[in-house]
C-alpha cells in the first residue's frame, strides 16, 4: 500500500513540475557575430575655384609670405591709419600669378612682402583727404588708383624668415631713390631690386618706373567695391 501512495505522490511532483531544479537547458552557442554595417563614408563637395575676377585674401592661397599693409598702421607717409583691415586682397587671378613668383623666389631662400594691396575706394578718398597732391596720391575724382582694381600690389624682398634684405629705399619714399635708376643706391640694394623685378615681370606683373615696389597685373580689372 506504502509503495503504491509513494507511486502516485511522484506521479504528482512529475505532473507539477515541482520536482528537484533542474539546470536551464543552455542557449546554443552563437553561429558568429554578425558584422555591423559599414559607415557610409562622405565624401566632401570640394570648392570650386574662384573666377580669376574675385577678390580673395592673398593669405589663404599663399601662406608663406609676408604682409606688413603700411596703411594699415602709422608707419607710413600720413602718419596715420588709412585701412580697417589688416589682411591683403587681391583677384585671383593676380594672386595666382603672385604664388608663382613666391615659389620661384623661395627656391632662392627669399620671399615677397607685401606692404600694399587691394585699396578700397574710400580709403582713396581718405589719402586724397589727408594729402591732395596728385604728385603723391592719385586723385579719386579723375580716376582711381590701380590699387582699387585689386591688380596691383606694393612689395619688397625679404629672406624665407621675413629679415629685411638690402633695397633701394623704404615704403612710400618720395626721393629719387624710388626710382628704378638704380646708379644711387647701393650695388646689393640695386641687385636685389632687379631680381626682384625680373622675377615679377616674368610672371605676368608691370613695372612702374617711378616706385620700384609698386607691380600691376597685366591683365586688367574694373575698380572693385
Known sequence: MKRILAAIIAAALLLSGCTSASRPA????PTGTPSPSPTPVVTPTPEPEPADDELVLVRDYIPGIFIDLK???????TGRVIYDSDEAYLRYGTVKKLLCAQN????????LKIWDAYRPVSAQFKLWEICPNPVYVSDPNNGYSKHSRANT???TLVTDTGKSIPM??????FTSLADRDYSDVSAEAAE???LLENV?????FVPYSGEWWHYSDSVSYDVYG
Not at 543552455?26 to 552557442?29: D, L, T, W
Open 104 to 111: 620661384e623666389l623661395s627656391g632662392r631662400g627669399l620671399s
Open 200 to 204: 615679377m615681370v616674368e610672371n605676368g
Open 192 to 194: 636685389n631690386a632687379r
Open 71 to 77: 596703411y594699415a598702421t602709422t608707419d607710413n607717409f
Open 168 to 173: 633701394p629705399s623704404g615704403f612710400d619714399d
Open 26 to 29: 543552455e542557449s546554443a552557442p
Open 153 to 155: 600690389v606694393d612689395i
